[in-house]
């Protein structure tokens, strides 16, 4: 009984180790996934077969290079199979949520956007999710069962086993079970984690992320971190790792969280626009998109600002970066788009800050995807839970049927 439970339990774990080896490839042919996985001709030949019969991976059309030392013709590459699988995405902000459909290379096929509502019930918002993810699935004209599960990237501290979002001082939330009120109206499974700690995972997942230990800031209406640690999102005992936004700094004021000094109080989208002189209740991201162009554009004044805002975080940010020593430093937000205007201050103020990185360079880099993050951390999300592993539904459909020995 056991070794026929070992070997259902190997061959889903060959199969996700091959379709994660095509996905990183984007196109690769059965010899390369021998070096890639360990696997051997074999095992490769077998479950790439039923990876075919679950459409999720396909042929490309196109052939491998031919090495010279390499005798026989060249070989057809593999690749994701887009044409079935999806997931739906949910990215939840302080003043708009993002819907999408993605295939499984993450990709944003369909999307559409919903405005906050200051005061919103739980339940209101989640209606008119669900009302909106079924608006889209009909439009792309998806089979139920085509939906693998739907990832939702939520505002504030979120129980990652039980998709309970327990505090959202930003919405006025606490204690909400996001997750089974959203699986119980939409007929899907959900995966709820915090917003950035999906964006985070979109970026191991998909972006440009080498390096195996980083931290990746998300500087919106509220400021947030994902943790990488040997390449994977760190959520912490309570879901809770990665809070940056209420480390106190100097100079910090009253908090939406109820402490003081928090460095949301100087450096999110609201304390930009407050140190700017400007007025715009409810607009605060589109205030701060107009001071990155005009930084862009040259203006003295913009420039400054945000270079004292991106010193700011950078001092914050040493504080992170001397207890984990992470190998770069990822920045999302409106703010990145400025490019060096904020990256370069923010980047010298972490290092003339931090000790542990004297020696030792850091690199400081804006994130792959800019204002698609969300939506692609939150397909990430899904994606993680629902396919790419080895206990996800998806692979009991080929799981063979355990007979138990005539002892058991």
């Not at 931290?215 to 994902?226: D, P």
């Not at 990155?292 to 270079?307: Q, T």
Request: glycine residues 12%.
């Amino acid at each position: 009984m056991n070794r026929a439970v070992n070997a259902v339990r190997a061959g889903r774990q060959n199969r996700v180790l091959i379709l994660e080896a095509v996905q990183r490839a984007g196109a690769i042919s059965r010899s390369r996934l021998v070096a890639r996985t360990g696997l051997t001709p074999a095992t490769i030949t077998n479950a790439v077969r039923e990876l075919i019969e679950l459409r999720l991976v396909r042929p490309t059309g196109r052939l491998a290079p031919r090495r010279q030392a390499t005798a026989g013709a060249p070989s057809i590459l593999l690749g994701l199979d887009p044409s079935w699988h999806r997931v739906l995405s949910v990215h939840q902000g302080v003043t708009q949520i993002r819907l999408g459909v993605h295939d499984l290379g993450g990709s944003v096929l369909a999307a559409r956007e919903l405005p906050a509502i200051p005061g919103e019930t739980p339940a209101a918002a989640v209606r008119r999710i669900t009302t909106g993810l079924r608006d889209l699935v009909r439009r792309q004209r998806l089979a139920p069962d085509q939906v693998r599960g739907v990832g939702v990237g939520a505002v504030g501290l979120v129980d990652p086993i039980s998709g309970v979002v327990r505090a959202a001082p930003n919405l006025g939330w606490s204690d909400v079970a996001l997750g089974q009120m959203l699986a119980s109206a939409l007929g899907w499974p959900v995966a709820v984690r915090n917003n950035v700690h999906g964006m985070a995972a979109g970026e191991v997942r998909f972006g440009r992320l080498p390096e195996a230990d980083a931290v990746y800031v998300y500087v919106g209406t509220g400021i947030g971190s994902g943790i990488v640690a040997e390449g994977k999102v760190r959520e912490g005992a309570h879901g809770a790792a990665g809070e940056i936004g209420h480390l106190t700094v100097p100079g910090g004021g009253p908090c939406t969280c109820g402490k003081v000094g928090c460095l949301e109080t100087i450096a999110a989208e609201p304390a930009i626009v407050r140190r700017a002189g400007l007025a715009a209740p409810g607009q605060h991201k589109q205030a701060v998109a107009r001071l990155v162009e005009l930084a862009r554009a040259g203006d003295g004044a913009a420039l400054a600002l945000l270079a004292e805002v991106a010193q700011g975080l950078g001092r914050a940010l040493a504080q992170v970066v001397e207890i984990l020593d992470p190998g770069a430093v990822i920045v999302n937000g409106v703010i990145a788009e400025a490019g060096e205007a904020v990256l370069g201050p923010l980047a010298a103020a972490l290092h003339e800050s931090a000790f542990a990185v004297r020696g030792r360079l850091v690199p400081v880099r804006a994130a792959s995807f800019g204002r698609r993050a969300g939506l692609i951390g939150a397909a990430t999300l899904a994606l993680n839970e629902f396919v790419y592993n080895p206990e996800a539904d998806l692979f009991a459909e080929r799981a063979p049927a355990v007979v138990p020995s005539a002892g058991a």
